[in-house]
C-alpha cells in the first residue's frame, strides 16, 4: 500500500529546499526508487512537502541520504505526517 508523506520542515527556504534537490541529484539519489510523487510548495516563504512512496522501507532507505544533507544545510526536517494513499487522480 503506498503511503503519502507530509513534510512541515523549520527553516526550510526555497533556496535551502533548491540545494538539497542539488546534492541528492548528486549522490544519484534525485529520482529514489520507491518515491512515485514528489510535490514541493511554498506556504509563507518556506517550502513544505509532501511524497507519496510505495513503502515505508522505501521511504526510509532515502531518509539515509537525505537527512544528512537536510542537517549539513540547517534544515531539520521534523516528523511527517504519514498516512496511506487511499486514491491518487492524475490530470
Request: with cysteine; aromatic share 10%; glycine share 10%.
Given at each position: ?11 526550510f527556504?526555497p533556496?535551502?529546499?533548491?540545494e ?9 539519489a534525485?529520482?529514489?526508487?520507491g ?25 526510509d ?5 537525505l ?11 521534523g ?13
Amino acid at each position: 500500500m503506498a503511503l503519502g508523506f507530509y513534510f512541515s520542515p523549520s527553516s526550510f527556504t526555497p533556496a535551502r529546499y533548491d540545494e538539497v534537490i542539488k546534492r541528492l541529484d548528486a549522490a544519484g539519489a534525485g529520482a529514489p526508487a520507491g518515491r512515485t510523487y514528489h510535490c514541493a510548495i511554498e506556504v509563507d516563504g518556506l517550502i513544505q512537502v509532501f511524497d507519496v512512496w510505495e513503502s515505508q522501507e522505501s521511504f526510509d532507505a532515502f531518509g539515509a541520504t537525505l537527512v544528512p544533507i537536510m542537517t549539513e544545510l540547517g534544515a531539520d526536517p521534523g516528523q511527517p505526517m504519514v498516512a496511506p494513499v487511499h486514491n491518487i487522480i492524475k490530470g
